[in-house]
């Protein structure tokens, strides 16, 4: 192999190496931010936030045979299944333009119990005009059965 195509190989994978290791920003689909952990959210105006809500098992009373067929082996304890049709995201109090809407909704069972825990992953559109500053946007999640879990979601908005 000649040295320039030596160099250029061994340049791309340390740059691919750098990009791999560097954080994500908080509140990408990818790292969302997580309700109850994490501060408050920060967007930019236009942008948009990810926002991570791990849901107790009891709140929506899920189990095993609500999911069936649908649950796939995680890990040798653990499978999950793809939730999003059984909820929907209703009440939505927020500034004017912002809009929220789920994303994905995953169950998790254990295989040493029979109630299923949910993670949802919300988006929060801030529209561009969003004034900088602190907002709060509020909604309820909503099952099938009409059970719900109320959320208060926090976000600074800055430049």
Do not use: K
């Not at 160099?7 to 969302?32: D, I, K, M, Y």
């Not at 040493?112 to 949910?118: K, L, M």
């Amino acid at each position: 192999m000649p040295a320039l195509t030596r160099s250029l190989v061994f340049a791309l994978l340390a740059a691919s190496l750098l990009v791999a290791c560097a954080p994500t920003t908080l509140g990408e689909r990818s790292s969302p931010y997580r309700l109850g952990r994490d501060g408050p959210a920060s967007a930019q105006p236009g942008g948009e936030v990810y926002v991570e809500v791990d849901v107790a098992r009891d709140v929506f009373g899920l189990v095993e045979a609500d999911l069936s067929p649908r649950w796939q082996p995680w890990s040798v304890n653990l499978a999950r299944a793809v939730a999003t049709h059984r909820f929907i995201v209703r009440d939505v109090i927020a500034p004017d333009g912002w809009e929220l809407s789920l994303n994905r909704a995953v169950a998790w069972l254990r295989s040493n119990r029979r109630e299923v825990d949910i993670e949802l992953l919300l988006r929060l559109q801030v529209p561009a005009d969003a004034r900088l500053g602190g907002h709060r946007v509020r909604a309820s999640i909503v099952d099938q059965n009409g059970r719900s879990l109320p959320l208060e979601i926090v976000v600074q908005v800055g430049r």
